[in-house]
């Protein structure tokens, strides 16, 4: 019995004799168990009170991002400013021509607005940004969504919809991946579960 115990406790240990307090080592605990769990099941989760999933770093070279993704009843949400309601969410892309995003980047941004979820291509160009509506999609129903990295061009498409954007580079995408993030403005209001499969 006191084996078990000690095998049970002895991370803890440890860590207490490092000089950080229970709290601590509970809420770190608590945090990257929930990133290695939702990221490796392709589930995304953004926390209550948080802006991203705290998803790692990875460097990606490619002509086309293909993903399936699916949004459950999470995705529906309110202000706390009215006004930021029409701020588009981040789902998912990558930084381009070898550059920081805010410099050069596509991916796919979303908002819950006026009652129904919405797609947009979103991206930026030279640092200035823009983005187009491209469609509706439905909670639970899992969606192809496609960006084709063109010559001096994005091709974004989903639901058989397409919209193209400007782009700033040629040749194949080279940058790092771009995972969900809720805002502008405000943070999620609540835990948001976003599932994202890479095809």
Known sequence: MFFNF???HTLLVLLLGLGLSSCELTANLDEQFAVSTTTEKGLYQIKAGAHSSNSGIKKVTAATMRFEVTFDSTAIY????????????????????????????????????????????????NKNRESKFIDHIELGK?????????????????????????RNCNGIGEGYQLYPYFGGDEVAPHDINIKVRDL
Not at 83 to 106: F, M, P, R, V, W
Request: a positive charge; aromatic letters at 14%; one cysteine or more.
């Open 6 to 8: 000690m095998k049970k």
């Open 78 to 125: 309110q202000t706390v400013n009215p006004d930021n309601q029409a701020d588009i969410n981040k789902l998912y892309g990558l930084s381009d021509c070898n550059s920081e995003h805010h410099t050069n980047s596509a991916r796919f941004g979303w908002r819950w607005y006026k009652n129904r979820l919405e797609i947009h291509a979103y991206t930026y160009k």
């Open 142 to 166: 899992p969606y192809i969504c496609e960006i084709k990295f063109e010559d001096e061009k994005y091709v974004f498409s989903v639901n058989k919809k397409e919209v193209k954007m400007p």
